[in-house]
């Protein structure tokens, strides 16, 4: 299919639960092994459109809206509050070990979800993703995230989107479809949301926790991902003693939407062959 002519599939419809921390939105479809889908901080349960109709056939998909993001309560800026929140979710699909799937800051929160339960992850994804800035917590916010919210109020969630959404696929070949929906997410960012995860990135370290993962881990890093920053990228392949690692070429930090095949294939290869290859 030529990309520009790519539509987007229908997502499941949302579900809530409640936690210890308030209530928790998801998507989920399919029956049989759990694979568990975290977003990044453009993201909703909804960026993963292309993953549910790609794998949800053999698998039961799921996909969480982070806290303070679609119909979830806001927590604490405190990692260990969003993996206290995940802990709860994954535990909705009952004793079975469960497949990872992290992007971005989805990742940084599976890294160290993944360190601390390892009895409950079978297999672990970390895509495009890095172990926490480590601020210390009397620094201010960053001044990216304080530049974003003022973008967001000074020019409205709908155009907030469409930037962000540029941000994201800076690609000519993009579906507008895709750019789009993407922008869409975007838009539906919630600021106090936003402003949470984007402080729970700043004060996470997860450098004294890779080492301790002890599951098959499959890395992606994007090769045209100007997000992550490389010394960031560095720190996760240095410390995590992961199963492989595929740098994707070409594709920037949401693969999921600008090569929703390649990406969705590189996952359901690494999940169906136990992490062997």
């Known amino acids: 299919m030529n990309p520009e002519n790519q539509t987007v599939p229908e997502c499941p419809p949302q579900h809530i639960i409640a936690t210890s921390q308030g209530q ?3 998507r989920a479809c399919g029956s049989g092994e759990v694979i568990i889908f975290l977003h990044g901080l453009l993201g909703s349960s909804k960026a993963w ?4 109709a790609g794998l949800s056939s053999a698998y039961q998909v799921a996909a969480w809206d982070a806290p303070g993001y679609g119909a979830s309560a806001l927590i604490a800026a405190d990692i260990d509050a969003y993996v206290q929140a995940l802990h709860e979710f994954i535990r909705q699909f009952g004793d079975k070990k469960v497949s990872l799937v ?10 160290r979800y993944a360190a601390r339960y390892p009895a409950h992850i079978k297999r672990l994804v970390l895509s495009c993703t890095h172990p ?60 106090e949301g936003l402003r949470r995860a984007s402080r729970m990135l700043q004060l996470a370290d997860n450098r004294p926790l890779l080492p301790r993962i002890a599951v098959p881990t499959l890395i992606l890093t994007g090769g045209e991902d100007h997000v992550v ?13 992961f199963t ?34």
């Open 229 to 241: 920053q490389p010394r960031l990228t560095a720190d996760l392949l240095a410390l995590v003693p």
């Open 132 to 191: 926490g800035y480590g601020v210390p917590a009397t620094a201010p916010a960053s001044e990216k995230l304080e530049k974003r919210l003022r973008e967001l109020h000074d020019i409205g969630a709908e155009a907030y989107g469409r930037n962000r959404a540029r941000d994201l696929l800076p690609f000519a070949d993009i579906s507008p479809a895709v750019l789009a929906y993407a922008a869409d997410i975007a838009a539906a960012t919630h600021p």
């Open 102 to 111: 992290g992007h971005s800051m989805g990742g940084t929160v599976a890294s």
């Open 244 to 277: 492989r690692h595929i740098e994707m070429p070409g594709l920037g930090h949401a693969p999921y939407f600008q090569a929703p095949a390649y990406y969705t294939g590189l996952l359901q290869d690494f999940i169906s062959n136990d992490g062997t290859r």
């Open 24 to 26: 928790l939105s998801f």
């Open 49 to 52: 459109a292309f993953q549910f």
